[in-house]
């Protein structure tokens, strides 16, 4: 499975736009991209998932450049109940693989 | 259910003894996932199960842990022997045929005193 690279946290204050970078330079033709999200004491949660270009959901979008690299997931004008820790995670869709979660970039919104 | 259902919520033990932890996943969901984060830690993966397939077991720490998936349904781990490091938090995870798209459960806290 192709190694992820985020950083390890970030600050931002409330009603700004937050971009968490994360580099998979080995990342295979099959793998897609997929970022959790995890509060403290809860399992993380499931916010976006790309392969190429862009995706956008109601809760983030995901930018993907044509090398695919590297994604960034871009949160819209965070509150304070953003503060969470990020995942990034590089992987077939398929079955027969457990995806490997690294430390995350722990993201701290103030106000 | 409608979610990803983990018992006990927290348990706290003594070195030595054993224990099984309990993971309802969401109904049809035929993977269920078993990872371990330590406090501030990233998830550690444990065990993965596929529908009837033999389980990938490949992130388990020692002999000492082992799971099962009865009826792929309802799983148990079970930490026999516990050591003050497998204190952590174990989480649980299913999801459909595909692996994307996880749905975790908030966790079961092991303790070991």
């Known amino acids: 499975l192709a190694k992820t690279t985020q950083p390890i946290s970030m600050d931002s204050y409330e009603g700004q736009e937050v971009n968490i970078t994360c580099s998979h330079n080995?990342?295979?033709?099959?793998?897609?991209i997929t970022w959790y999200q995890q509060f403290p004491s809860q399992g993380p949660r499931f916010i976006i998932q790309?392969?190429?270009t862009k995706v956008t959901n109601e809760v983030a979008s995901l930018f993907i450049p044509a090398d695919r690299k590297s994604s960034t997931l871009s949160l819209p004008r965070v509150s304070l109940s953003d503060t969470a820790v990020y995942y990034c995670?590089?992987?077939?869709?398929?079955?027969?693989?457990?995806?490997?979660f690294g430390k995350g970039t722990t993201l701290s919104v103030s106000s | 259910g409608a979610g990803v259902s983990q018992s006990p919520s927290n348990k706290v033990t003594e070195k030595g003894k054993d224990v099984e932890l309990r993971c309802d996943p969401i109904?049809?969901?035929?993977?269920l996932y078993w990872y371990r984060q330590s406090l501030g830690q990233g998830l550690e993966f444990l065990i993965y199960?596929?529908?009837?397939?033999?389980?990938?077991k490949s992130g388990l720490p020692s002999d000492r842990f082992s799971a099962e998936r009865t009826g792929g349904s309802v799983s148990t781990l079970t930490i026999q022997r516990t050591q003050q490091e497998d204190s952590a938090v174990y989480l649980c995870?299913?999801?459909?045929?595909?692996?994307?798209?996880?749905?975790f459960g908030s966790g079961t806290r092991l303790t070991v005193v």
């Open positions: 109904s049809g969901h035929t993977a």
């Open positions: 080995n990342i295979a033709t099959n793998d897609y």
């Open positions: 199960f596929q529908g009837n397939s033999a389980p990938d």
């Open positions: 995670l590089v992987g077939p869709n398929q079955a027969g693989t457990a995806l490997i």
């Open positions: 790309g392969y190429k």
């Open positions: 995870a299913s999801s459909p045929f595909l692996p994307h798209g996880y749905t």
